[in-house]
């Protein structure tokens, strides 16, 4: 990564034109040298685009650590409800250094969205539904499935 960055950076002060010593006059009679046009000294604007170029880095470093999270949400949700796996997340988690893991906030939302369905499905959770219910309710629903089932019965069976 050191390698990298100090390639990036020479590449840099090579374009800017720092390799000859000489500077040029461009047809106005003024200096094609970027740090005088900048107002800056040779020096000061190196250290300029050092910052730039390193400042650029952290935020790609960031965002591929944020598309990286997202894809790994991605990931569990898809193994949660069994869908299909992507590719494109894998790659987006790999590019990241595989040390990816859910953010916290999200993490404790799936976690209580996970305890939540694991009572649900417990008898208890059931049971626990069944209490909260009003028995006129319960009531009515079957008289509606029932009165449902009749009418499909009446209609498929003439005889009724």
């Known amino acids: 990564m050191a390698f990298f960055v100090k390639s990036m950076i020479s590449n840099q002060v090579k374009n800017l034109?720092?390799?000859?010593?000489?500077?040029?006059?461009?047809?106005e009679g003024g200096t094609s040298d970027p740090a005088a046009a900048q107002g800056m000294t040779?020096?000061?604007?190196?250290?300029?685009?050092?910052?730039?170029?390193?400042e650029k880095m952290e935020r790609d470093a960031s965002f591929t650590q944020k598309k990286a999270e997202r894809a790994c949400l991605r990931v569990h949700l898809r193994e949660k409800?069994?869908?299909?796996k992507s590719e494109t997340d894998e790659t987006q988690i790999q590019m990241a250094g595989d040390d990816?893991?859910?953010?916290e906030d999200l993490r404790?939302?799936?976690?209580?969205?996970?305890?939540?369905?694991?009572d649900k499905d417990s008898i208890?959770?059931?049971?626990?539904?069944l209490q909260n219910m009003d028995l006129d309710t319960i009531k009515e629903k079957a008289q509606a499935t029932f009165m449902e089932?009749?009418?499909?019965?009446?209609?498929?069976?003439?005889?009724?």
């Open 108 to 118: 404790k939302m799936v976690d209580e969205d996970q305890e939540e369905e694991e």
């Open 42 to 54: 040779r020096e000061e604007y190196e250290e300029f685009q050092k910052q730039m170029i390193e």
């Open 124 to 129: 208890l959770g059931q049971l626990q539904n």
């Open 149 to 160: 089932i009749r009418q499909s019965a009446e209609q498929k069976c003439s005889v009724m």
């Open 100 to 103: 990816v893991d859910l953010p």
């Open 17 to 27: 034109g720092f390799g000859g010593g000489a500077e040029e006059k461009n047809e």
């Open 81 to 84: 409800y069994r869908l299909p």
